[in-house]
């Protein structure tokens, strides 16, 4: 007796689907965006489809679509393989000033090209031997080789966008003397999400292969299949959207120049001039209560090269530009309490007269180089 084959839609993968519409209408978006940082809303994009396209194949199956219409399954759907660089080349969007995709980097989508060879192979020995593509004897290697293979990549990339990152924010420190909204702290949240989303992976690949290779149906392997997918669908989703917002602020990337260590051969008279001026425009001219003060404007008020500026701070102050410009604004708060402003102004107002912007940058700056609290030591100084 022929088995009637149906078309298997319900409330829940018609929630799927509805996420998978959704996420495919965001990449449109992210590719002509007219924004500033076109390239790296770009690479986002191509990120969440590469994601997407695998799960719409996830969800042809579930649909019953590949046995209505067998041809849907011609195509190559996985192109897992390309996620991790992807993730890692966005990350250097933000982190290298005017990064583009040079044939070096394009080396790194080699393994995605072998996944590709892999799947064309299988799609033709289907065709030729009129079976379902998932059917034919090698799926049963092939797939999960991809799954193994695309989680190793993207742990590896994960790790190297930290790096990457990590080697950003030490730089940062030196270039500026407020980081607040130049900081990359929101992609390294974004990255750790998306750690989680693969680690959520793992065992949604385990229970679909259990699922749909080993034909073991029931009610909770069909369950964690659906909330897995359903979690991995908005999750998706939410990075995209994630990614749309930080994608209007500018390339932090362009905004930092590597340092040279060329100017060891300055002598000794170069720098003690340029130390007393550095301190001169800090502690006579209150450069420090700038609050935006950059690395750049600072170098420009002392007609010198932004490089030459950081490199005697660094060498010769034993500091980052930022911890010098912040050690002066904490010495004027400090000053300001020490005459009773604490009694007339709240902490918030001197500490904003005195170059912060923010409370929470205060405060952590403020215990980090007096060992206390901006109120503990309003209290000390009261009692003296």
């Not at 449109?28 to 799960?55: C, E, M, P, Q, T």
């Not at 390309?82 to 080349?89: D, E, K, N, R």
């Not at 989508?109 to 034919?136: D, H, K, M, T």
């Not at 120049?257 to 425009?281: D, R």
Request: a positive charge; hydrophobic letters at 50%.
């Amino acid at each position: 007796m022929k088995t009637e084959i149906y078309f298997n839609l319900h409330p829940i993968n018609f929630f799927i689907v509805s996420g998978i519409v959704q996420i495919f209408i965001l990449s449109g978006i992210l590719i002509f965006s007219k924004a500033d940082n076109k390239r790296s809303n770009r690479l986002l994009a191509f990120l969440i489809l590469v994601v997407n396209l695998h799960l719409t194949y996830l969800m042809l199956l579930d649909l019953n679509l590949d046995n209505l219409f067998p041809w849907l399954l011609w195509i190559p759907y996985s192109f897992l393989l390309a996620i991790g660089p992807l993730l890692f080349f966005y990350t250097c969007s933000f982190t290298r000033s005017g990064f583009k995709l040079s044939k070096k980097e394009m080396l790194h989508f080699v393994p995605l090209g072998i996944e590709l060879i892999l799947q064309l192979f299988q799609i033709c020995w289907a065709i030729l031997s009129r079976e379902i593509y998932y059917n034919v004897p090698t799926d049963r290697i092939i797939t999960p080789l991809i799954y193994v293979s695309a989680s190793i990549s993207i742990f590896y990339y994960l790790r190297r966008s930290m790096k990457e990152i990590e080697s950003h924010e030490k730089l940062l420190v030196q270039q500026f003397s407020e980081i607040r909204k130049k900081t990359l702290q929101w992609l390294i949240k974004l990255l750790e999400y998306y750690r989680l989303f693969w680690l959520i992976w793992i065992p949604f690949a385990v229970s679909f292969l259990i699922l749909f290779r080993g034909q073991i149906q029931n009610v909770f392997t069909i369950a964690v299949t659906y909330f897995l997918l359903t979690l991995l669908t908005y999750l998706t989703y939410w990075v995209g959207l994630q990614g749309l917002k930080k994608g209007f602020v500018m390339n932090i990337g362009d905004l930092i120049k590597n340092i040279k260590g060329g100017y060891h051969h300055l002598a000794q008279s170069e720098i003690s001039e340029l130390i007393a001026a550095i301190k001169t425009e800090m502690e006579k001219n209150d450069l420090f209560m700038n609050a935006t003060l950059s690395l750049k404007e600072f170098a420009s008020v002392l007609a010198k090269d932004p490089n030459l500026v950081s490199f005697v701070i660094n060498t010769h102050l034993k500091k980052s530009f930022f911890e010098l410009v912040n050690s002066y604004r904490i010495e004027a708060v400090k000053q300001r309490l020490m005459r009773n402003d604490g009694n007339r102004f709240t902490l918030l107002a001197i500490a904003l007269e005195c170059g912060f912007n923010s409370k929470t940058s205060f405060n952590r700056v403020f215990k980090e180089m007096t060992g206390d609290t901006p109120s503990q030591y309003l209290r000390k100084v009261s009692k003296n």
